[in-house]
Nanobody, 117 residues
Framework: QEQLVESGGGLVQPGGSLRLSCAASGFTFSSWTMGWVRQAPGKGLEWVSDILVNGMTYYLPQLKGRFTISRVNAENTLSLQMNSLKPEDTGVYYC???????????WGQGTQVTVSS
């Protein structure tokens, strides 16, 4: 069955960087738009970024320039490079398989990112 497994979260100081990875299995990864969604403590889900099968990328406007999404289809992996991290970037980050505009049919278990001094 379809499975998404994230890794790479952790504690980082403001201004630091983290790289999240997602290993996909059970479906034809190269045929699907993939993305990241996050949830800050006590808040709702927030879409972060998508990457299409042709490599086109989209970002939450306030993240553009700090976050970079990428994929390696041959390895069935999705990544999110996060730079210049801010405390408001704290939350659980989920790798998602995109079923339509802001609709996601499969989710990873999530990885915690904490930005704090």
């Amino acid at each position: 069955q379809e499975q998404l497994v994230e890794s790479g979260g952790g504690l980082v100081q403001p201004g630091g960087s983290l790289r999240l990875s997602c290993a996909a299995s059970g479906f034809t990864f190269s045929s699907w738009t993939m993305g990241w969604v996050r949830q800050a403590p006590g808040k709702g889900l927030e879409w972060v970024s998508d990457i299409l099968v042709n490599g086109m990328t989209y970002y939450l406007p306030q993240l553009k320039g700090r976050f970079t999404i990428s994929r390696v289809n041959a390895e069935n992996t999705l990544s999110l490079q996060m730079n210049s991290l801010k405390p408001e970037d704290t939350g659980v980050y989920y790798c998602v398989k995109v079923a339509g505009f802001r609709r996601f049919d499969y989710w990873g278990q999530g990885t915690q990112v904490t930005v704090s001094s």
